[in-house]
């Protein structure tokens, strides 16, 4: 499978995500930057989660149908024509870092796909992986960590 490469120009891979990217910011989407898209690939989702949460995985954004071409989601923005799924506030939106306790870390998973999903906005992470199952022909992932003050 080919390597996509995400990284962000708020934070290092491994790095701590600025408190402007958090629920103690103004919990925006940080930027991406997104490179070495595989041939062949006709849309790009991103999933952002924090597996170290109590409650179990939370996810804090779902994003497909990016278009391939796109090499930058800037701040506090959303691709044209991406949608975006339900979180684990049962928002359609992104939701920053907010852990209760200690360092929580927070990947950013970014799925090159062979096919445009036909799924509504407010899908969740679960139903976008079941429907992404055969099409993933690429993937990166950005790894940023966040404690609270």
């Known amino acids: 499978m080919d390597s996509l490469q995400l990284t962000s120009s708020a934070f290092a891979k491994g790095g701590a995500i600025p408190a402007k990217y958090t629920c103690d910011g103004?919990?925006?989407?940080?930027?991406l930057a997104?490179?070495?898209?595989?041939?062949?690939?006709?849309s790009l989702a991103l999933i952002v989660d924090d597996p170290d949460a109590p409650v179990g995985l939370?996810?804090?954004?779902?994003?497909?149908?990016?278009?391939p071409q796109i090499r930058q989601i800037t701040e506090k923005s959303v691709p044209a024509g991406a949608v975006q799924g339900k979180n684990s506030w049962g928002r359609t939106s992104y939701g920053g870092p907010c852990p209760p306790s200690g360092t929580h870390r927070y990947f950013f998973k970014l799925y090159a796909l062979d096919t445009i999903l036909?799924?509504?906005?407010?899908?969740t992470k679960a139903e976008l992986e079941r429907t992404m199952e055969g099409h993933v022909i690429g993937k990166g992932e950005l790894m940023g960590t966040y404690r609270r003050k």
């Open 26 to 31: 103004e919990d925006v989407n940080p930027p």
């Open 34 to 42: 997104i490179d070495r898209v595989p041939a062949g690939t006709k």
């Open 58 to 67: 939370w996810v804090h954004w779902v994003l497909w149908n990016i278009h």
């Open 118 to 123: 036909k799924l509504g906005s407010g899908t």
